[in-house]
């Protein structure tokens, strides 16, 4: 199994980052797939999922309307486009898979995590 998240970088506040996770070695349909996050001395949050199998998706209230989150069922990509980025958007954003869809994507109950990018907004 492997996810891997790519598309990180520095950015000014204002400016706009797309996030791709890349998974393989699972049955991607089965899964949501989440995107979360750590900025340095917090907990890890979440931000985003989806479900693969009937789209449907969760928002942190803190990016709803500025991130939007799609898949490429083809291509078992999962995507996070970022706009209106904020300089407490900085953190690490990882993506993680869960078996049991998006009511259960949270740091408990993915099953799987990839390695994270790290995302810097500056102000």
């Known amino acids: 199994v492997q996810l891997q998240a790519s598309g990180g970088g520095l950015v000014q506040a204002g400016g706009s980052l797309r996030l791709s996770c890349a998974a393989s070695?699972?049955?991607?349909?089965?899964?949501?797939i989440g995107w979360f996050r750590q900025a340095p001395g917090k907990e890890r949050e979440g931000v985003s999922c989806?479900?693969?199998?009937?789209?449907?998706?969760y928002y942190a209230d803190s990016v709803k309307g500025r991130f939007t989150i799609s898949s490429g069922n083809a291509k078992n990509m999962v995507y996070l486009r970022m706009n209106s980025l904020k300089p407490e958007d900085t953190a690490v954003y990882y993506c993680?898979?869960?078996?049991?869809?998006?009511?259960?994507?949270?740091?408990?109950?993915?099953?799987?995590w990839g390695k994270g990018t790290q995302v810097t907004v500056s102000s």
């Open positions: 993680a898979a869960t078996r049991w869809g998006v009511d259960n994507c949270n740091l408990h109950g993915m099953q799987y």
């Open positions: 989806i479900s693969s199998s009937d789209g449907s998706t």
């Open positions: 070695g699972f049955t991607f349909v089965d899964y949501a």
